[in-house]
C-alpha cells in the first residue's frame, strides 16, 4: 500500500521502518530534512511537503509531540489537508489532547477524509520490537480496515471508542504510569532513608502485589541511577498539562496526578526534562536536600 | 475623562457605576444588552460594540470572563483596536493568564493601544462599595492616565510591575484565598466531625496566627452556611488552573495549589459550580463521616 509517515523521531523512526518492512511503499516528509535520511536510506520517498506526502498515500500517519505540530502539519499551508483526497486515512498516533483530536477529525471529515487517533504506550523499545499497545479512537470500520497496518507496529489494538477516545485511554495510561513512578521513587527514596537497601527492596516487591512493570524497568533505573532516557521527563510533563486541562474542563478531581504534576515541573525546573521520568527520584533527594 | 466599558457582569456592572458616581462620562457596551439597561438608567452611553465604545473615549476598560472573551473584545474585527485611536488607554480588569496578558498588550501596542492588565480582588461587596484591590501591571505613563478611573473603583491601587504583573499578582492571589477558602472550610469541618461547635473555634482562632479575613468573612459564612455568591466557585475553578498553568510553563513546584484545584474540580463537576467558593465546605462533608454534628 501507499502510506505516508510524518514525525520519525526516537518512536516514529522505528515505526516507519516496520512498515517498510513488510513491503509498503512509505513517502516520508520532515521540517529539518536531515531527519529523513536514515528512512531515505531504508528505501523511502522523501517528499518536499506534507500535503505532497497526502497526495501520494492512502494512509498517513503521524507521530508528532505537540498539540501545536499536529495542527500545522494537517492545517498549515502546504500540510495535509490540502494533499488529501476524499477516502483518505490519517492515523495520528502521537499523544495530543482529546479536543484538538476531535476538531481536526471534524475539519477532515468535511473533505471526506477518515481520521484516527491512535497514540500508543510501551515506548521506544515497545516501538522498536513492534509491541507497541494502540489505544483507538474513531470509526470502527475505519480501524478495521486499515487493523494490517498497525499490527505491524504493535500487539495490543484495542478500539476505545469515538474520535479522541483513543487520546483518553493514553491520558488514563500517562496518569497510571507516572503515579507509579513517583510510587516507586517515593519507596525507594524512603528505603534508603531508613538505611535498607533499595535494590533488595525492589527485588522483594517484585514479587508481591506491588509488582509492575514501571517497578521492574524504571525502578531498576533508579536503582542503578540510569537516568539516561528512556522516555523524556518532559513528554510525560506535556502529557500531564493535557490530564490537568481534561480535569478542569470536566471538573474531575484527581488527587494523585496533581502533585505527581508538581514533581514533574519541578524536575522540569532543575533541568532535566531529557532525562528518563525516573529521575523523579532526584527530585525528591533535592527534597531531601541531597545532590545540590 | 471619558471612558468605555465592556462587560457589564456581577462585578462589570457596579464598577462602571462608580466610574459614573465618580462624575466620568461612561459609554458602555455589553453582549447581552439586557446588562445594559441598569447603567443607561443611570446615565451611560449606549455603545454599539467593542469599536464604538472606543470612538470618543480616552479610555477603555473591559471585564469580561477569560482570555478569549479578552482577545475577542480587544482583537478580533470590531474589536477596540479596530477604532484605529492612537494613543488610547486601555485596561483589561479580568482575570486571565499572565502570559495571555502580554501577549494581548504586545498586540494592542502594535495597534497604537498602551494596554494595562488590572485584574482585581473584593469580590461583587467591594466592587459596589468602590474598595476592591487592584493589581497593575503595564507602562507607568498608561498607569498614571488610568489612576483617577482606579480610584473610583478601588482602595489598593498597586503598580506591581510590567506587562502581565498584575495578572502575576492575581494568581498568587488566588493560590492564597483559594487555600485559604479550603483550610478555614477544613478547619471548621474538622472541628463540627469532632463533635466540637466550630463557631467557638472560629472565635478562638480569630485572636491567633489563624487569624485572616478569610477565616473572618468566609468562616462567618460557612457557618451560616450561606452559599449564595459572591464569588462563584466554577470562577475560581478557572483561575486555579490559570495558576496550574503558569506553574507548568514555568516549571513550579506547587503542591498546596494543585491540591486545591482538585478540589475546586470536584465542586464544578459535582454541579456546585454556581455557588459560592465557600461550598468547598459541602464537598468535604460529603468526604467525611456523618458521625457528629
Known amino acids: ?292 | 475623562m471619558n471612558i468605555g466599558f465592556i462587560g457589564l457582569g456581577i462585578m462589570g456592572r457596579p464598577m462602571a457605576l462608580n466610574l459614573l458616581k465618580g462624575g466620568h462620562r461612561v459609554r458602555v457596551w455589553a453582549r447581552r444588552p439586557e446588562s445594559m439597561q441598569p447603567l443607561l438608567d443611570a446615565g451611560a452611553g449606549a455603545a454599539s460594540g467593542p469599536a464604538d465604545v472606543a470612538l470618543a473615549a480616552d479610555l477603555v476598560i473591559s471585564m469580561v470572563a477569560d482570555a478569549p472573551d479578552v482577545e475577542q473584545v480587544w482583537l478580533a474585527a470590531g474589536g477596540v483596536a479596530s477604532a484605529g485611536k492612537t494613543g488610547l488607554v486601555g485596561i483589561d480588569m479580568s482575570t486571565i493568564r499572565p502570559a495571555a496578558a502580554r501577549d494581548i498588550a504586545r498586540r494592542l501596542q502594535a495597534a497604537g493601544v498602551d494596554f494595562l492588565d488590572a485584574p482585581v480582588s473584593g469580590g461583587e461587596v467591594g466592587a459596589i462599595a468602590g474598595t476592591l484591590s487592584i493589581m497593575v501591571g503595564g507602562g507607568s505613563d498608561a498607569f498614571a492616565t488610568a489612576a483617577p478611573a482606579f480610584a473610583c473603583m478601588g482602595k489598593n491601587i498597586v503598580h506591581v510591575g510590567d506587562s502581565g504583573a498584575g495578572q502575576v499578582a492575581k494568581a498568587a492571589n488566588q493560590i492564597v484565598t483559594g487555600a485559604g477558602v479550603l483550610t478555614v472550610a477544613e478547619a471548621l469541618n474538622f472541628a463540627a466531625k469532632s463533635g466540637v461547635d466550630p463557631a467557638k473555634v472560629r472565635e478562638a482562632l480569630l485572636g491567633g496566627f489563624a487569624y485572616s479575613k478569610i477565616l473572618e468573612n468566609h468562616g462567618q459564612r460557612m457557618l451560616e452556611r450561606n452559599f449564595k455568591p459572591g464569588f462563584k466557585s466554577w470562577m475560581h475553578q478557572k483561575d486555579m488552573n490559570i495558576v496550574m498553568q503558569s506553574a507548568h510553563e514555568l516549571g513550579l513546584c506547587l503542591p498546596v495549589a494543585a491540591a486545591t484545584t482538585q478540589m475546586f474540580n470536584a465542586m464544578v463537576g459535582s454541579g456546585l459550580g454556581e455557588e459560592d467558593s465557600i461550598a468547598i465546605l459541602k464537598l468535604l462533608e460529603r468526604l467525611s463521616s456523618a458521625a457528629s454534628e
Do not use: Y
Open chain 1, 1 to 292: 500500500m501507499d502510506l505516508g509517515f510524518i514525525g520519525l523521531g526516537a518512536m516514529g523512526r522505528p515505526m516507519a521502518r516496520h512498515l517498510l518492512r513488510a513491503g509498503h511503499r512509505l513517502c516520508v516528509w520532515a521540517r529539518r530534512p536531515a531527519t529523513s535520511e536514515p528512512l531515505h536510506a531504508d528505501g523511502a520517498t522523501v517528499c518536499a511537503s506534507a500535503a505532497e506526502v497526502a497526495r501520494r498515500s492512502a494512509v498517513v500517519f503521524t507521530v508528532l509531540t505537540a498539540d501545536s505540530d499536529v495542527e500545522q502539519v494537517v492545517l498549515a499551508p502546504a500540510g495535509l489537508l490540502e494533499g488529501f483526497s476524499s477516502g483518505s486515512v490519517l492515523i495520528d498516533m502521537g499523544t495530543v489532547s482529546p479536543g484538538l483530536t476531535r476538531r481536526l477529525a471534524s475539519r477532515l471529515a468535511q473533505n471526506g477524509v477518515a481520521m484516527l487517533d491512535a497514540p500508543v504506550s510501551g515506548g521506544e523499545q515497545g516501538a522498536i520490537d513492534a509491541t507497541l499497545a494502540i489505544m483507538v479512537g474513531g470509526d470502527a470500520q475505519v480501524l478495521e480496515r486499515v487493523r494490517p497496518l498497525l499490527a505491524c507496529l504493535g500487539k495490543t489494538i484495542v478500539h476505545i471508542g469515538d474520535h479522541g477516545a483513543g487520546q483518553v485511554a493514553k491520558a488514563c495510561n500517562q496518569m497510571v504510569m507516572v503515579a507509579a513512578i513517583q510510587a516507586i521513587a517515593e519507596a525507594l527514596h524512603l528505603s534508603r532513608a531508613a538505611g535498607v537497601d533499595p535494590r533488595r527492596v525492589r527485588q522483594a516487591l517484585s514479587g508481591g502485589s506491588a509488582a509492575s512493570r514501571v517497578l521492574d524497568t524504571l525502578g531498576l533505573r533508579m536503582v542503578d541511577r540510569h537516568f539516561t532516557a528512556g522516555i523524556e521527563a518532559r513528554l510525560h510533563h506535556k502529557d500531564f498539562r493535557i490530564i490537568n486541562d481534561e480535569a478542569h474542563r470536566l471538573g474531575v478531581p484527581l488527587p494523585v496526578s496533581a502533585p505527581v504534576t508538581q514533581q514533574l515541573n519541578a524536575l522540569i525546573a532543575n533541568g532535566w526534562g531529557q532525562c528518563d521520568t525516573s529521575t523523579l527520584l532526584r527530585v525528591l533527594e533535592l527534597s531531601a536536600g541531597e545532590g545540590q
